[in-house]
């Protein structure tokens, strides 16, 4: 099935039976949570001390000790390079040009490249980039060239950058996923180019007041970038290197605003699916209420649920297993947003080479039988790097007799995630 969602595009569902589907996903993950419970009984990639108690939830961040973690700050320096700095000065050009011509251009997105830049290739194409060569964004993102190009106006030094963590991320998440999904005119060239004007200004100007750090944490791109880097089979410290990907996540550390940043994105992407349910129309009609109205409310649901099911799952762990969060919303993202990316990537990269010739027919999707192969397996692998990783932490953390009581909230409500996860594909 082939329902019109997002801000430009579409998303095709399973074409499999809904029920196997679900009760597939649900073993597997079960399955492998005993499998790790069993047999995995020392910590093998958490940064953090065997035996150490567990942080008070309202904690920011644990003490890393090891080495994978020590070193994980210069691994991102090399995004720094003279090589990163061109691509960054490269991005700002184009960036300039795709909001001149949001702006300036046709208002059809179908013969503007603005809507497919933000919505498919930002936002969806940096999942898979980040997934297989680390914090891409980072390496290129505009506003940190922009932010060079201003700072020697800067009068005075920068401020200490107060300790919010994700905080600003997870806000300007939120209200790029609102202006995606629910804004009535979000496929509006002038409008997604006064977005990204907004933005640019935005945390350029934070920068300027707190200096490039701000861009780590504060941006929510390059955030959303990082954060799913660590899950890359890359590392970059002194140049290109293999390594673990369970180790790369497990040396994210907890920090402020995390779940919030979280629970937005993956709140986010429930919502997405929710919306390209064929009966979610009909509902939204039958209320007397503003479509608009009624999206934002259930969004702002949806996402505050996923954070309150999470917290009450975890307790005082919530800060601690936060990071564990992000393969599970990489995995959604890269189902639920896969036929997006290969009908509509390829017609978003021809607009920016020609924004004046407008787009050919969409590109023909593979096979719907591998497509849904690929939908499935990037659930169910995001669902057991979650459980694997959240295990060694506890492991990390908790002492023995505890390691698994503790664990099994968590683990029945990823279960439940990934039959949501797989049911939304398979009704939308």
Do not use: K
Not at 98 to 103: L, M
Not at 111 to 122: D, E, F, G, I
Not at 251 to 271: C, E, H, I, K, N
Not at 348 to 377: F, M
């Amino acid at each position: 099935m082939i329902v019109l969602a997002h801000g430009v595009g579409e998303v095709r569902g399973l074409p499999l039976p809904g029920e196997l589907v679900l009760q597939t996903g649900g073993v597997v993950v079960l399955a492998s949570f005993l499998a790790v419970a069993l047999l995995w009984r020392e910590p093998r990639f958490a940064a953090v001390a065997p035996g150490r108690p567990p942080p008070p939830a309202s904690a920011p961040a644990l003490a890393p000790v090891s080495r994978e973690s020590a070193t994980s700050s210069a691994r991102v320096g090399t995004f720094d390079s003279a090589s990163a700095r061109f691509g960054q000065a490269a991005m700002l050009l184009l960036a300039t040009a795709v909001v001149v011509f949001g702006f300036l251009g046709p208002q059809e997105d179908e013969a503007n490249p603005a809507p497919r830049v933000l919505y498919v290739l930002l936002w969806v194409g940096v999942v898979p980039a980040s997934l297989l060569l680390g914090p891409v964004w980072r390496a290129v993102n505009p506003l940190r060239a922009l932010h060079r190009l201003l700072a020697p106006l800067r009068r005075r030094p920068p401020a200490p950058l107060p300790d919010r963590g994700y905080g600003p991320a997870a806000v300007g998440l939120g209200a790029f996923v609102w202006l995606e999904l629910v804004a009535p005119a979000r496929d509006v060239p002038a409008v997604v180019a006064t977005f990204l004007l907004l933005y640019a200004v935005i945390h350029t100007a934070a920068a300027l007041r707190h200096g490039p750090t701000w861009f780590d944490r504060g941006d929510t791109f390059e955030a959303y970038s990082s954060l799913v880097g660590a899950l890359a089979p890359v590392e970059w410290h002194g140049g290109p290197r293999l390594r673990n990907p369970l180790r790369g996540l497990a040396a994210v550390p907890p920090a402020r605003g995390l779940v919030a940043f979280v629970a937005v994105w993956w709140g986010s992407t429930v919502f997405d699916g929710l919306s390209g349910w064929p009966g979610w129309a009909t509902v939204r009609a039958a209320l007397p209420v503003p479509g608009v109205v009624v999206g934002t409310l259930v969004l702002v649901a949806l996402v505050g649920v996923v954070a309150l099911l999470y917290r009450l799952a975890t307790g005082r762990l919530a800060a601690a297993l936060a990071p564990t969060l992000v393969p599970i919303a990489a995995g959604y993202t890269i189902a639920h947003y896969l036929t997006l990316l290969l009908v509509e990537g390829p017609r978003g990269l021809a607009q920016l080479v020609a924004p004046l010739h407008g787009l050919g027919e969409p590109t023909a999707v593979p096979d719907v039988v591998l497509v849904a192969a690929v939908q499935i397996a990037a659930v169910l692998v995001g669902h057991v790097v979650a459980v694997v990783v959240a295990h060694d932490r506890c492991v990390a953390l908790l002492p023995p007799h505890r390691r698994l009581a503790d664990q099994i909230p968590l683990v029945l409500l990823m279960v439940a995630y990934t039959m949501v996860g797989l049911f939304l594909l398979v009704i939308s």
